[in-house]
């Protein structure tokens, strides 16, 4: 993980408009910076199942998903001509982040990933 960062939805902070918010935690696990933004390069898409079991049993949210992957900053990757799909977690109804349009269809990893107020944006997700 040196050099990589992981980025998770902060479940306590939004902003006023009502954007959701996501902490950036550094290599040596310290929360560096929160965010409305960001785009990562080869990311990896990890869910706790212990944390994913105890939001069930108990209904209540916790931080245990987030994903890892080097650090591009606010600046945006998407172009128009590419091809990205929109993913999403809900711990109440999956196991792992999947595809927006298809929620069978399991992401563990993409060559990129791009987090804006319109949503969380994989390019080819695997």
Request: glycine fraction near 8%.
């Amino acid at each position: 993980m040196k050099g990589q960062v992981q980025v998770y939805r902060n479940l306590h902070k939004t902003l006023d408009d009502g954007t959701k918010v996501y902490s950036v935690r550094n290599d040596k696990g310290i929360v560096e910076d929160h965010v409305s933004k960001i785009s990562l390069l080869w990311p990896i898409f990890r869910v706790g199942p212990k944390g994913n079991q105890r939001v069930r049993e108990e209904k209540k949210k916790n931080v245990h998903a987030y994903m890892q992957g080097a650090n591009m900053g606010l600046d945006s990757l998407r172009s128009e001509g590419e091809r990205w799909q929109e993913i999403t977690y809900n711990p109440y109804k999956h196991d792992s982040f999947v595809l927006v349009r298809d929620e069978s269809i399991k992401v563990r990893e993409a060559k990129a990933v791009e987090i804006n107020e319109q949503g969380v944006w994989v390019f080819n997700p695997s």
